[in-house]
């Protein structure tokens, strides 16, 4: 199936469990471009070669990070105040990207949501305008992390 650039325009919503502690977040994300992809391929074929699971999880990161287009409110916080990617919101902060890339959990989930776009892209061995489905958690323990920018676990 072709990619066609003009559906990666629009949002798709996930809620993304992150198992071992029990988080959840949702993430409001694009389909990547066309270029993007080819980009992602690229650096990942290189990066199984050269790079250091640290760097690999920065590179997830990264790609994830630029696909991010909302978060939901009240998902995060920086000192113990919500933030917020709605402009409309009383609780949005412009900077919104950077203060959620600051948290820990935040970074594995982002890394997360890259590899489970781009991989299910190349998975199935085609590039498709279809939703990626994450795994939904069943109700867990309270998490021991914290999803504060201004906090540390």
Do not use: C, H
């Amino acid at each position: 199936m072709a990619y066609d650039t003009k559906d990666s325009g629009k949002i798709r919503r996930n809620e993304l469990s992150y198992l071992p502690l029990g988080v959840k977040a949702v993430l409001g994300w694009r389909l990547p471009s066309t270029e993007e992809i080819r980009e992602y391929k690229n650096e990942y074929m290189r990066s199984q070669f050269a790079k250091g699971a640290d760097e690999a999880k920065a590179f997830d990161f990264g790609a994830g990070i630029k696909l991010l287009v909302e978060i939901q409110d009240g998902d995060w916080s920086d000192n113990g105040k919500p933030i917020s990617s709605n402009p409309e919101s009383p609780d949005y902060r412009a900077d919104w990207k950077d203060v959620v890339g600051k948290i820990d959990i935040a970074r594995i989930m982002i890394a997360g949501l890259a590899d489970a776009v781009f991989g299910g892209l190349f998975d199935r061995g085609e590039v498709s305008p279809e939703p990626v489905p994450f795994p939904k958690n069943s109700e867990g323990s309270p998490s021991p992390v914290t999803k504060d920018a201004g906090k540390s676990a």
